[in-house]
C-alpha cells in the first residue's frame, strides 16, 4: 500500500490518543515499516538548513519526530535503539540551525541518553567479548577484508544475540555522538563516557584485515 504526503499531513493534524485509531483504520493489515521512516523523514526535511520551514513549523517537526519515534516503539513497530537513533539525529539536526530558536531542551537529550542506556543488553565487558569473537570470524571469512571508513561484512558473520546486540550498540554510539557535549546529568555524561571510549575496540581493526590479506596473497 502506497502511503501519500496526504497521508503524512493527516497524521500530524491529530493528536496523541488519535493515533492509533488513525493507524489500525489507514493500515488494516498492519503499518509498514516504510510508513514510520517516509514520516521521519519528511519531519527530518523541517529541520534542514536549507528548509523554508518557519521556526514554529520546525518546533513542531521536532517534537512531532520525537513523539512517533517514541509511539512506533510503543506499538512495536521500532526498535528502541533505532528510535535512539532517530530522535538523536533529529536532535542534533535541529541543534545546527543557524537560528537558536529554543528547538531543543537539555531535557531532550538527557532523555535519549537514558533511552540508549536503558536500551543497551550487553555489559561493556560483554560487549567487547562479543567484538573480539566479531574480530576473529571476519579473520577466518575470506570476503570479510574491512577497510577504515568501510562498512563491515555483519551479514556475513554467523548468528550470534551478543555480536548483534553490539552493532545497535554501536549504531546508538555514532547517533549520540555529536550530542554528548550538551548533556546536563553528570551521571548520564559519565555512564555514556564509558561506552565512547569503547567504540575503538569494537571496530573489526586493521589485524584482521591485514589477515585476510596475507591469506589471499599467500594463495596468489
Known amino acids: 500500500m502506497n502511503v501519500t504526503r496526504k497521508d503524512f499531513l493527516d ?4 493528536g496523541p490518543d488519535e493515533r492509533q485509531g488513525w493507524l489500525q483504520a489507514r493500515f488494516p493489515s498492519g503499518t509498514p515499516a516504510h ?24 518546533r513542531n517537526a521536532l517534537r512531532l519526530g520525537i513523539e512517533v519515534a517514541s509511539f512506533a516503539v510503543s ?25 537558536p530558536v529554543g528547538l531543543t531542551d537539555p531535557s531532550e537529550v538527557d532523555s535519549v541518553i537514558r533511552m540508549a542506556l536503558g536500551a543497551t543488553m550487553l555489559s561493556p565487558e560483554a560487549a567487547l567479548a562479543a567484538a573480539d569473537r ?3 570470524e571476519a579473520k577466518n571469512l575470506e570476503e570479510s577484508v574491512h577497510r577504515p571508513g568501510s562498512p563491515s561484512t555483519q551479514d556475513e558473520l554467523p548468528e550470534d544475540g551478543d555480536m548483534l546486540a553490539l552493532i545497535e550498540v554501536e549504531e546508538m554510539l555514532v547517533a549520540l555522538r555529536p550530542l554528548f557535549p550538551r548533556i546536563v546529568d553528570p551521571d548520564l555524561r559519565l555512564q555514556i563516557e564509558v561506552w565512547f571510549s569503547l567504540e575503538e575496540r569494537f571496530s573489526l581493526g ?4 591485514d589477515e585476510v590479506i ?5 594463495k596468489g
Do not use: D, H
Open 11 to 14: 497524521f500530524c493534524s491529530l
Open 206 to 209: 586493521g589485524a584482521a584485515s
Open 75 to 99: 506499538v512495536g513497530n521500532l526498535s528502541v535503539p533505532r528510535s535512539v537513533v532517530v530522535i538523536a539525529r533529529l536532535l542534533e539536526r535541529a541543534s545546527l540551525l543557524e537560528e
Open 35 to 58: 510508513w514510520w521512516f517516509f514520516v521521519i523523514e519528511s519531519l527530518e526535511s523541517r529541520l534542514s538548513r536549507f528548509s523554508e520551514a518557519s521556526t514554529e513549523e520546525r
Open 134 to 136: 566479531r574480530r576473529e
Open 214 to 218: 596475507r591469506r589471499w596473497e599467500k
